[in-house]
């Protein structure tokens, strides 16, 4: 055992904030359910370790008791990736003991607060339940057609931090609740996926948003009809409720669910960074009067020409709807064109990525995915480029799922398939 790997173990606890993100997502995917949580350590690149095979291979282990083995991987080098543990010298255990100790306080820190070192995400938007139908041939209009329908949570505020969450983001979200069972699975969802909805407005007797949607035999939405009616309830008093811990976010994302009233408040109040969700075609004027205010914009096709007045039909017209959001002051733009890629703007800088290959199997959750990417790629300082390459990747993942949320996104996943498929 190196002298270097101890050293690395017994750390400060501002040191620890390193491993923030590979905490974060213990926590959010059970680690108070006591079960043990195994993360891709790759992802602690901004630890300098002296085996590259290391931080590609070796795990982090977390224990609901204690965390006393969230050192273990780390200590044994490459053996862990095989094993999971290995036995400590009695150096080697006091050195774990300290390091745990500042783990436990830096998680009932982020149990409290939902964040460590107030470097969170606040998601202001819908969530709802969705019932999708999968058509097994061609669909033929005005008729039934044979299928499979499901149902799951959604809406586009909360799969975006349904997303964020598989990515290690520490997230809250600003929404409506109602007073009906369907409340108290979305409560326990969030709960098992550690989103934070300690601020999030309670309606009783309101009743939670259904968003139904048809899909063809690829998987492409045909058509969809949206019952959001309890989100008129998120108003700018509510807002102004929540603003400090608004303006405390690392980036607040909204969706067009939200009351344009609302939209405009937090474009006037809140200071952190906007990233905006046009949601759809019917919603997306909302966003009209407030593109100077937003920081990030992800629109798809129709979205962009509404909001840019541009018809797209080319490339030179594409680039001039890109222009355009930019010139009414939106800083970033990420125009999504579905399986043909993405157009990445800001300032003088253009980009075009293709989208990654992937074997879809419904396309419906690949614009939350894309957004959550985005707001991750924000949070760990990468280029214009490289947002729109972990944004495409993360998008083919999403695709590659039965539902609308892959439970398999992952930040080990994203950088992978962005490697070998975003060059």
């Known amino acids: 055992m190196e002298q270097r790997a101890i050293e690395k173990l017994n750390v400060s606890a501002a040191k620890l904030l390193l491993f923030r993100d590979r905490v974060e997502i213990a926590h959010s995917k059970g680690l108070l359910a006591n079960r043990t949580v195994s993360i891709p350590f790759a992802q602690l690149q901004s630890i300098e370790y002296h085996e590259k095979n290391l931080l590609e291979n070796a795990y982090l282990l977390f224990r609901a008791d204690g965390m006393q083995e969230i050192i273990h991987s780390v200590m044994a080098g490459h053996r862990a990736a ?21 783990a436990q306080t830096a998680l009932e820190q982020f149990r409290e607060r939902g964040s460590f070192n107030g470097k969170y995400v606040a998601v202001c938007g819908g969530v709802n339940m969705d019932i999708g139908g999968r058509s097994f041939a061609p669909l033929i209009a005005k008729d039934s057609n044979p299928g499979r329908v499901e149902q799951s949570l959604g809406g586009v505020g909360r799969n975006i931090a349904h997303n964020m969450s598989l990515l290690g983001v520490s997230v809250s979200l600003l929404t409506a609740l109602g007073g009906d069972e369907c409340t108290t699975q979305i409560e326990r969802s969030c709960e098992e996926l550690g989103i934070d909805l300690s ?43 929540q603003l400090e811990f608004l303006n405390g976010a690392a980036l607040v994302v909204v969706d067009t669910n939200l009351p344009r009233s609302s939209l405009l408040y937090l474009a006037e109040h809140c200071t952190a960074p906007l990233f905006a969700d046009p949601v759809s075609v019917a919603k997306a004027e909302k966003l009209r009067p ?67 290959p992937a074997q879809m199997k419904n396309a419906t959750g690949a614009g939350d995915a894309l957004m959550a990417s985005l707001a991750w790629s924000y949070l760990e300082g990468r280029t214009l480029r490289e947002s729109a390459a972990l944004g495409a990747a993360a998008a083919s993942l999403a695709v590659e799922g039965e539902k609308t949320i892959n439970p398999e996104l992952s930040t080990s996943a994203v950088l992978s398939r962005a490697a070998a498929f975003c060059k």
């Open 82 to 102: 095989d094993k999971g543990r290995v036995d400590l010298g009695k150096r080697e255990t006091e050195a774990a003991k300290s390091f745990c100790a500042t």
């Open 199 to 241: 601020h999030a407005l309670r309606v009783p007797g309101g009743r939670t948003p259904t968003y139904v949607f048809l899909s063809d035999e690829n998987g492409d939405m045909a058509l969809a009809v949206a019952d959001m009616e309890i989100c008129e309830e998120l108003t700018p008093s509510y807002f102004a409720q």
């Open 290 to 356: 407030i593109l100077k205010d937003i920081h990030t914009l992800k629109p798809n096709r129709l979205e962009a020409e509404l909001l840019s007045g541009v018809r797209i039909c080319d490339e030179a017209s594409l680039d001039a709807a890109v222009d355009a959001l930019l010139a009414r002051g939106v800083q970033r733009v990420f125009l999504s064109l579905g399986e043909k890629g993405i157009l990445a703007a800001q300032g003088d800088e253009r980009y075009w990525q293709e989208s990654c």
